[in-house]
């Protein structure tokens, strides 16, 4: 499962775009908290321990503990629920927090990760992966990093489909069950190869036809 992350944060008074963008350039990120039966309200944090934290994480939506300064209630478990970057440099824009609770369930998109070796891979074949994230739900405690899952069974023609996903105790998947994770496809080089050996053996089959019918004659 996840670790659960802890931030620092404030209470952020100011609001606007003057003093976002003032906070911005003193290396502060403005965000907000949200959900869980509460009041909206803002808060900041510091742009590069958040990013330290996560660049640490498989996903874009986690878990963290936040220690909010200024607060009524002191700590909030809350989801990374959305990250605003600037589409240029990628500094933080802003960033939206949602409160959960222990026994909450929550939804959150987390990677798919396809680890081993495809038995049809070995056979000279490609494994495809389709869908590299699926959206999970699950208890805070219970939200996995990733859903892992092994091909080594899959053979050249095989598929994953989502309904074949190892999920971890406590988590589930909504989206159709057929819909398909990966596969394994026969490359053109491999096609070719085994067209050529059967060609290859044909013709040695004939020839060894042919001497038998000769050494008969004679």
């Not at 992350?5 to 100011?14: D, Y």
């Not at 869908?131 to 219970?142: G, K, Q, S």
């Not at 971890?168 to 085994?194: H, N």
């Amino acid at each position: 499962m996840a670790h659960q992350e802890t931030l620092q944060a404030e209470k952020r008074e100011v609001q606007g775009t003057t003093a976002s963008k003032r906070l911005r350039r003193s290396g502060i990120v403005p965000a907000v908290i949200y959900g869980s039966n509460q009041r909206e309200y803002m808060i900041q944090l510091n742009s590069k321990n958040f990013f330290d934290v996560a660049k640490k994480q498989g996903s874009q939506n986690f878990i963290v503990n936040l220690e909010i300064e200024g607060a009524q209630e002191k700590t909030k478990l809350a989801i990374v629920q959305d990250i605003q970057r600037d589409p240029l440099s990628g500094s933080l824009i802003h960033i939206d927090f949602r409160a959960v609770n222990e026994n909450d369930t929550i939804h959150a998109t987390v990677p798919i990760k396809l680890t081993g070796e495809a038995a049809g891979v070995k056979a000279g074949g490609l494994l495809e992966q389709v869908l590299r994230e699926v959206e999970v739900f699950c208890r805070p405690a219970d939200l996995p990093e990733a859903i892992t899952n092994e091909v080594d069974d899959l053979e050249i023609g095989d598929s994953l489909k989502v309904s074949g996903l190892a999920l971890p105790e406590g988590v589930s998947i909504k989206m159709d069950g057929e819909v398909i994770v990966g596969l394994v496809v026969q490359t053109r080089a491999a096609a070719s190869a085994g067209g050529t050996g059967a060609a290859e053996g044909e013709a040695a089959e004939g020839e060894a036809a042919a001497e038998g019918a000769e050494e008969s004659a004679d």
